[in-house]
């Protein structure tokens, strides 16, 4: 029996998906409230999608997929618009691209290893995606007049960097024990926790 993809979670995902080049769009024209906004509604129906697919009983692999590229897609493309906005500090968006590049390029050496992959995100990962979205939201609502930030952004700026340093640095040791476990024992196929 096939998988029923179209349904009300994958459909959350979709708009969220939707609302990536409406943030960045939001964020060139500078129009820093309606970009806020449309951020933190798609920010919270990550949380919304997941919970109704379990809910539902209606978790696809199509819908985890689309969580995923929805997550980053939003995650990456508003800190990089507000990078470019002069809003957020270039050393804690490298840090957070060169993170996610390890954990893809980590993931992708390990297929090939192995011919096979499962991923579990780490409790360290989670928290660095809830700083990372925690983050944006409140530039966002600084930039919009909603929050004063000025005493906050530098510890905030800090705080995301180091977590976005260690949870690299979590996955890469992640990655080398599971690599090391493979070319032992090949027959060995267990998750990535």
């Not at 806020?36 to 919270?44: E, G, I, P, S």
């Not at 409790?123 to 700083?131: D, I, P, R, S, V």
Request: proline share 3%; hydrophobic share 60%.
């Amino acid at each position: 029996m096939s998988e029923r993809v179209f349904n009300l979670p994958n459909v959350i995902s979709l708009l969220r998906v939707a609302a990536v080049p409406v943030v960045a769009w939001l964020i060139l024209q500078q129009r820093w409230e309606a970009a806020c906004w449309l951020f933190l509604a798609a920010a919270v129906s990550d949380g919304i999608d997941g919970l109704l697919a379990r809910w539902l009983n209606q978790l696809t692999q199509l819908g985890a997929a689309l969580d995923t590229v929805a997550d980053k897609a939003l995650g990456l493309v508003t800190l990089v618009m507000l990078t470019q906005a002069h809003a957020i500090p270039l050393w804690v968006t490298l840090a957070i691209l060169l993170r996610d590049s390890v954990i893809v390029l980590g993931a992708l050496s390990y297929r090939g290893l192995a011919g096979h992959l499962e991923i579990h995100p780490t409790w360290l990962g989670k928290t660095h995606m809830f700083a990372e979205f925690t983050l944006l939201a409140l530039v966002l609502g600084g930039l919009a007049g909603l929050l004063a930030l000025d005493d906050w952004r530098q510890p905030l700026f800090v705080t995301v960097f180091a977590i976005a340093v260690v949870s690299g640095v979590q996955y890469v040791w992640i990655w080398g024990a599971k690599a090391r476990r493979e070319r032992a024992d090949p027959s060995r196929s267990d998750a990535l926790h």
